[in-house]
């Protein structure tokens, strides 16, 4: 949809924000303005302030200076439901659905269509479901549970829901964080379709070839102020120039792996059976080199590295380390003999939120590095520190609580974790999900570095360039099992996803 | 010290909890100076060390993911083991011996439990909280039994003519779960544990021995507080433990430790111990009917728990 930018009034205004918290200023006086069907992408570098202004626009924040105009209104202040009244919805990037309800259910939550007495009028609420679904495109069960829906499909849940209270303003924050090629395409196809009912649509997303794809105008904001209001109508606006006002400098959005010299097997896998009917999987990975995990979300590779680190049960299957069969038979296994595995989940999974920087850091390294039952973890600091600092991980110090860093540093302290145990095989799993470009950056160029000190790493991606531009080889895993291997030319995106797909060679 | 330690030191709840026992110490005081003399503050401690004890095993538990409804009665089942030897004849050093194994068991029971089923603790404990009643009933046949003084060396003998041996008991249980949250490997891993067991897991750390472990710790400190009881009244009944696993998780949240697991300090959890005393103590001195003390003392609790979520609330 075109927007007439010159003959109407923007639906939005927000006028010289500014938020202060104890003294520091996260906004220092953002403008932004919003017309009825556009899109317009909002970027920046995680605190960079987009959440801020956000939290602003649904009422969370009082802004400390600043006006919010809505259709010509003044206000200083939203309150959330002032926000929700005046239109604004938001459809967060956290699962926010209950999985025991179904996909009707979850979008009239709270929002329930009623009989007489007060009694649920199912019939309707099914109905108009259906009706949505008609016109958006979508093509679920209403009926279905939310907990047996792929991550994709419930992210279209999650949009109808926000859709049902029929807002004029809708933010959309990383809605395709988790997604696969095949399924972002679609949540950005009903992200136009939702602008043809004239609701306009702020996009919050890290991925930038997906910016210039689908944004109207984008705005980039660094620091808490607005760097540039670009339009985009013709979609050509350069990447590199949205990175270079994101951080201030022109930076690599693709680092490439530095060479290093490929040695011999350090790892063996052979016949890895997840159950008794799964198929078996084999692979080597060798001294120096990056071997890249790619396929379509639910594939099965966070799952063949969780059996193979023994973080769930396996049924079957040999592993070799540098030619000798070791058994694995739990996490504690696998890190005595040298695997580190930097999960997909870094919230649940890879961190105790509540610990300090510190205590995250060294909880694995503890078991190599002191000997005897006592340890006093205030004598670590140096170390740890040293580690800190080389990954530029952004806090006020390391007694610092993990929960009080943003999404990247935090990732970047799962990391420290493994990097202060020092081990041998490194297991990345999706690393750069949901993190901004400098971090990205970082994450590459300590994979580079460990495979310089001739450490090998496997690298599950779903992000494309990054598994090109990082991995020595690629295997492709469809259904749980190794459905090729791509090096050198061979990999690239169109070779992958014909293989991750199932595509046969005659077709 | 730079103003970034300053405002740390201030959001410590320890130091709260400091200078809000110092207030009421000194308030009291100015009413009635008998409150701070000297025999009247060891009275004090003597009130607590029983609680003082279980609120160390429970901040522990707490701190690592877990809680223990049971140790009340626990406590008891390990007194009544004890008393019930010492009637049959045999030493002190042997019924000691059993006690702190039928403590230590049943917390390896718990744990083991726990662990392996991987049920909510707070159910499970309730439940294996009747099984050791019924056993202290069963042992006790439901009679007041005596030690025959086996214990006032603890209870009665004083240091200096001053500090009864049972202070440096409760010192010692407290400078033990201090180390061990501290200073020892296990100690950090429980934290770990507690703040996010499927990350612990993946961090090597065997989750079900260290539960077992733990709970064991705990059925432990709670013979140690059997001891301490029994040498205080020279006998036990199995109804006596009844409240006390309450009183001990009080003190473990007034003290900071959270039921999220992961955070508190055995340390901040005996400064909340030493508030309830002070404050059941004071109560008394003033002459505040019993009654009353009750309502007293559990609005205080409700104050300081809302106060002590919103000071965390207020940091997240």
């Known amino acids: 949809m075109n927007v007439d930018y010159a003959g109407q009034k923007p639906i939005l205004e927000m006028k010289d924000i500014k938020k202060e918290f104890s003294g520091v200023y996260a ?78 259910e979850n979008i009239y939550v709270g929002n329930e269509a009623s009989k007489k007495f007060g009694f649920i ?88 070839n997906e910016v210039v794809q689908i944004a109207d105008r984008v705005t980039i904001i660094r620091d808490g102020a607005v760097v540039n209001t670009y339009r985009n109508e013709h979609r050509d606006i350069s990447i590199s120039t949205i990175t270079k006002d994101m951080v201030g400098r022109p930076v690599d959005t693709f680092y490439k792996k530095e060479k290093c010299r490929i040695g011999e097997v350090v790892l063996e896998v052979k016949d890895l059976q997840l159950t008794k009917d799964s198929p078996k999987v084999s692979f080597q990975v060798r001294q120096g080199e990056i071997l890249g995990f790619s396929g379509m979300v639910g594939a099965g590779r966070t799952e063949i590295v969780r059996a193979l680190t023994g973080a769930d049960p396996k049924y079957g299957g040999h592993i070799y380390i540098r030619g000798r069969e070791v058994q694995i038979k739990n996490p504690s296994d696998s890190i005595a003999q040298g695997f580190a595995h930097i999960t997909e989940d870094r919230q649940k999974l890879g961190l105790m939120l509540g610990g300090s920087v510190l205590e995250n850091t060294t909880i694995i390294g503890l078991r190599s590095k002191i000997k005897g039952w006592f340890v006093n973890i205030k004598k670590h600091p140096p170390l740890v520190e040293g580690i800190i600092r080389d990954l530029h991980v952004k806090t006020p110090s390391i007694w610092t609580e993990a929960i009080y860093l943003s999404g990247g540093n935090q990732q970047k302290v799962v990391l420290a974790k493994w990097l202060y145990a020092d081990q041998e095989i490194y297991i990345f799993d999706e690393p750069t999900r949901g993190i901004d470009v400098n971090a990205k950056a970082e994450f590459y160029k300590q994979m580079s570095a460990l495979t310089a000190q001739g450490k090998c790493i496997i690298m599950i991606s779903s992000d494309m360039p990054e598994l090109i531009s990082m991995s020595d080889r690629v295997l492709v895993i469809r259904d749980g099992a190794v459905d090729g291997e791509l090096s050198g030319e061979q990999i690239n995106e169109h070779e992958i996803i014909k293989r991750a797909l199932g595509v046969k060679k005659h077709e | 010290m730079n103003e970034k330690n300053k405002k740390k030191l201030l959001k410590d709840q320890r130091i709260l909890l400091a200078i809000v026992i110092v207030a009421i110490i000194v308030v009291v005081a100015a009413i009635n100076p008998k409150f701070i003399a000297v025999k009247n503050l060891i009275t004090i401690l003597q009130q607590i060390s029983v609680t003082g004890i279980l609120t160390m095993a429970m901040s522990m538990l707490l701190i690592g993911g877990g809680i223990d409804l049971s140790m009340g009665n626990l406590m008891v089942l390990s007194g009544v083991t004890m008393a019930q030897l010492l009637s049959l004849g045999y030493g002190v050093g042997a019924a000691v ?147 006390y696993e309450t009183n001990a998780l009080t003190a473990a949240i007034i003290g900071g430790v959270t039921f999220d697991g992961g955070k508190g300090t055995v340390s901040g959890a005996f400064l909340g111990c030493i508030l309830m005393g002070v404050i059941s103590n004071a109560m008394n001195i003033l002459q505040v009917e019993t009654y009353i003390q009750t309502i007293v003392t559990g609005a205080i609790i409700v104050c300081a728990v809302v106060l002590s979520n919103y000071n965390n609330r207020k940091r997240a």
């Open chain 1, 121 to 208: 009028d199912y019939k309707k609420m099914r109905g108009e479901t259906m009706a949505q679904m008609k016109d958006l495109g979508i093509e679920l069960n209403p009926d279905t549970k939310i907990e047996d829906l792929s991550v994709a499909d419930q992210q279209f849940v999650k949009i109808l829901k926000a859709l049902s209270v029929e807002p004029r303003i809708l933010i959309m924050d990383e809605p395709t964080s988790m997604f696969n090629v095949e399924d972002a395409a679609k949540v950005l196809k009903l992200t136009r379709k939702i602008t043809e009912r004239g609701i306009a649509i702020i996009y919050i997303s890290h991925f930038l």
């Open chain 2, 97 to 243: 011996l059993a006690g702190v194994a039928v403590g230590v068991l049943c917390g390896v029971f718990n744990g083991a439990v726990i662990a392996l089923s991987k049920c909510i603790p707070l159910i499970i404990t309730l439940g294996t909280s009747q099984i050791f009643y019924g056993l202290a009933l069963t042992i006790s046949g439901g009679r007041i039994m005596s030690f025959g003084g086996a214990f006032n060396f603890i209870g009665k003998t004083k240091l200096f003519d001053v500090f009864p041996v049972m202070l440096f008991v409760l010192a010692a249980m407290i400078l033990l779960s201090y180390v061990i949250m501290n200073y020892t490997k296990y100690g950090r891993r429980v934290t770990a544990m507690g703040g996010n067991e499927r990350n612990a897991y993946l961090s090597g750390i065997n989750i079900v021995k260290y539960k077992i472990i733990l709970y064991g710790i705990a059925g432990f400190f709670c013979s140690v507080a059997a001891i301490v009881f029994s040498s205080r009244i020279d006998s036990i009944t199995a109804n006596a433990g009844g409240g």
């Open chain 1, 27 to 104: 906004l220092s006086g953002i403008t932004f303005d919003l017309y009825k069907g556009e899109i317009h992408c909002l970027c920046g570098e995680n605190g960079a302030g987009k959440s801020t202004l956000m939290k602003v626009l649904s009422g969370a924040y009082r802004p400390s200076g600043g006006k919010i105009c809505f259709e010509g209104k003044e206000y200083d202040t939203l309150t959330p439901a002032l926000s929700k009244e005046l239109g604004v919805n938001i459809v967060y990037q956290e699962n926010d659905l209950v999985p025991s309800m179904s996909v009707t």
